[in-house]
């Protein structure tokens, strides 16, 4: 197969898979570490490079799972609160082995539009990198995030805009 025809392969494989989706089995740290090199061969005009990509895994995912449970407490009326939602939260984050925080660092040196587009660009390339190592991931963007600032330490100039998940497929489904 040639390199047209391995890419357009690549780029069909690609897609959105659930946590519920995923099997316990954990992602080889080569794996994952090939994952977040993919998102650094982006275009970024004057080299701002803006990703900003946290990675939870085990006791560290445990707690950004509590804190989303946390925040979603905090932030719902008692009206709209639903105990079923507030018990998911947490066990939606444990099934994933990774989860990673997409924020972007604003540098002012170009219109943010072009930050938000590159760390998009950086996003599809690991989802495309997911794709051929057959890790099921998806891009979530709960209106939580925006309560996440302080937890994720993020600086004035910096902003959360969602969540990735990712786990080994579960091929039994």
């Not at 357009?8 to 690609?14: A, D, F, H, P, V």
């Not at 519920?20 to 090199?37: F, G, H, M, R, W």
């Not at 719902?76 to 984050?93: G, L, Q, S, V, W």
């Amino acid at each position: 197969m040639d390199k047209p025809e391995i890419l357009k392969e690549i780029l069909k494989s690609r897609k959105s898979t659930f946590p519920q989706n995923y099997s316990p089995e954990k992602i080889e740290d080569a794996v994952l570490s090939e994952i977040l090199e993919s998102a650094k061969y982006v275009p970024s005009h004057k080299k701002t490079y803006p990703a900003r990509l946290k990675v939870f895994r085990a006791e560290e995912k445990d707690r950004l799972g509590n804190q989303l449970a946390k925040i979603y407490k905090e932030t719902t009326a008692p009206e709209n609160f639903i105990a079923k939602k507030y018990e998911d939260i947490p066990h939606k984050i444990s099934m994933a082995d990774t989860v990673i925080a997409i924020c972007i660092n604003f540098s002012g040196k170009v219109p943010e539009w072009e930050e938000i587009a590159s760390t998009a660009a950086a996003v599809e390339n690991m989802y495309l990198t997911c794709a051929v190592n057959e890790i099921g991931c998806y891009w979530s963007t709960p209106g939580m995030i925006r309560h996440l600032g302080d937890f994720l330490n993020l600086e004035e100039n910096q902003k959360c805009y969602g969540l990735f998940y990712m786990g080994k497929l579960n091929r039994e489904l």
